[in-house]
T-cell receptor, first 114, second 111 residues
Framework: EAEVAQSPRYKITEKSQAVAFWCDPI?????LYWYRQILGQGPELLVQ????????DSQLPKDRFSAERLKGVDSTLKIQPAELGDSAMYLC????????????FGSGTQLSVL | KQEVTQIPAALSVPEGENLVLNCSFT??????LQWFRQDPGKGLTSLLL?????REQTSGRLNASLDKSSGRSTLYIAASQPGDSATYLC??????????FGQGTTLQVKP
C-alpha cells in the first residue's frame, strides 16, 4: 500500500539553528498538508498545498517557518531559527484533492530543540 | 470558530469490553468527520470516514456514527483487545478543506 514518506524520523537541534523536514506524498495526491502536534494535543494545520499553490498558511509563523512544494509533488518545511517552543511532532499528510477524501499521514518527524 | 472536543481524555478497560469514544463539534457545517488511530510516537492511521450525508460507517469491530444536528460523533469498539490500545482522534473537515482535530482519547485495554 502506498505511503506518505517523511524524513528525518527524528531531529535534535539547538535553538537558533535551521532545520528542514521533507515529505513525499502518495503518488497522484494533489493536496499536501503540514501539521504540528504538541504532545498530548491534536495536530494543528500549518500549511496546505493544492498542487504547488498554498491554499492555507494562516497558522504558519511566517517570521521563522517556510514551506514549499515547487513541482507540486514533494515538499519541504523549514524553520529558521528554531526556538524551544518548536519542539513537537511535524506530520505530513496528503489526499487526492480538497474535497471529501481521506487524509493519509506519514510517520512524522519528531523535533527536539535544546 | 470550529472547536472539536473529545471526552474522556483517557480510558482504561479490561479486555473484551465494548466501549464508546465521544467527539463533539461546535459548527454543524462540515463536509465529513474522520476517526484516526495514533500509536505512541507514530503518525495517524485513518480508521473511518463519515460523509456529512451519512449516519454511520463500520469497519470490522469499529462503528462510527455522526449526528450533525447535535454536533456529535461516537466511535464504538466491540470486544476490545490489548492491541486496540492507542490514542484515538476525531477530526472534522470544513468546507475550506481544513481538518480540525480534537485532542484525542488515550485508550488502554488491559489483558
Amino acid at each position: 500500500e502506498a505511503e506518505v514518506a517523511q524524513s528525518p524520523r527524528y531531529k535534535i537541534t539547538e535553538k537558533s539553528q535551521a532545520v528542514a523536514f521533507w515529505c513525499d506524498p502518495i503518488s497522484g495526491h494533489a493536496t499536501l498538508y503540514w501539521y504540528r502536534q504538541i504532545l498530548g494535543q491534536g495536530p494543528e494545520l500549518l500549511v496546505q498545498f493544492q498542487d504547488e499553490s498554498v491554499v492555507d498558511d494562516s497558522q504558519l509563523p511566517k517570521d521563522r517557518f517556510s514551506a514549499e512544494r515547487l513541482k507540486g509533488v514533494d515538499s519541504t518545511l523549514k524553520i529558521q531559527p528554531a526556538e524551544l517552543g518548536d519542539s513537537a511532532m511535524y506530520l505530513c499528510a496528503s489526499s487526492l484533492g480538497q474535497g471529501s477524501e481521506k487524509l493519509f499521514f506519514g510517520s512524522g518527524t519528531q523535533l527536539s530543540v535544546l | 470558530k470550529q472547536e472539536v472536543t473529545q471526552i474522556p481524555a483517557a480510558l482504561s478497560v479490561p479486555e473484551g469490553e465494548n466501549l464508546v469514544l465521544n467527539c463533539s463539534f461546535t459548527d454543524s457545517a462540515i463536509y465529513n468527520l474522520q476517526w484516526f488511530r495514533q500509536d505512541p510516537g507514530k503518525g495517524l492511521t485513518s480508521l473511518l470516514l463519515i460523509q456529512s450525508s451519512q449516519r454511520e460507517q463500520t469497519s470490522g469491530r469499529l462503528n462510527a456514527s455522526l449526528d450533525k444536528s447535535s454536533g456529535r460523533s461516537t466511535l464504538y469498539i466491540a470486544a476490545s483487545q490489548p492491541g486496540d490500545s492507542a490514542t484515538y482522534l476525531c477530526a472534522v473537515r470544513r468546507n475550506t478543506g481544513k481538518l480540525i482535530f480534537g485532542q484525542g482519547t488515550t485508550l488502554q485495554v488491559k489483558p
